[in-house]
């Protein structure tokens, strides 16, 4: 039987104890358990408890990278990944991809003043994706692609 994981790492969230580790309760400090708590209150201890903090702040920075780093920035690059402290952005042309490599060091100061809980050591910035030439009808194993048939 195949080993299903993503049903494994689901269930590794659901149910801590199956890691090993002990389940943990968050006490709340109220008069009553009968009184009505506000959601903010309870979601801000769900996050400390599970300590969510710093992948919301990532993910508060991809949601809202049209108003940190200007309209027309945003109009023409996005963020792709962000992996210990190194931002990936994808340029929507090489022009863009070279003008924001150019503006590398305000664009990291902006980012870093619009997301200061996010750390951001540096800036990768790609231009547009290629086509590749490994797939389709007419490709043979271990050629070069297009520029094979030179020589």
Do not use: C
Request: glycine residues 8%.
């Amino acid at each position: 039987m195949k080993r299903d994981l993503a049903r494994e790492l689901f269930r590794s969230f659901k149910d801590p104890i199956s890691l090993g580790k002990k389940k943990r309760t968050i006490k709340i400090d109220r008069e009553s358990t009968t009184d009505p708590l506000l959601l903010k209150s309870t979601l801000d201890e769900l996050i400390k408890g599970r300590q969510w903090e710093s992948s919301l702040a990532e993910g508060n920075l991809f949601s809202s990278w049209d108003a940190i780093v200007g309209e027309e920035i945003s109009l023409h690059s996005e963020p792709i990944t962000f992996f210990e402290g190194v931002l990936t952005i994808r340029a929507s042309s090489t022009a863009w991809a070279t003008q924001l490599g150019l503006l590398k060091p305000s664009l990291l100061k902006k980012l870093q003043e619009g997301a200061p809980d996010v750390t951001i050591e540096d800036l990768v910035v790609l231009g547009p994706k290629a086509p590749s030439w490994k797939k389709g009808l007419r490709t043979i194993r271990g050629a070069r692609g297009p520029r094979d048939t030179y020589g």
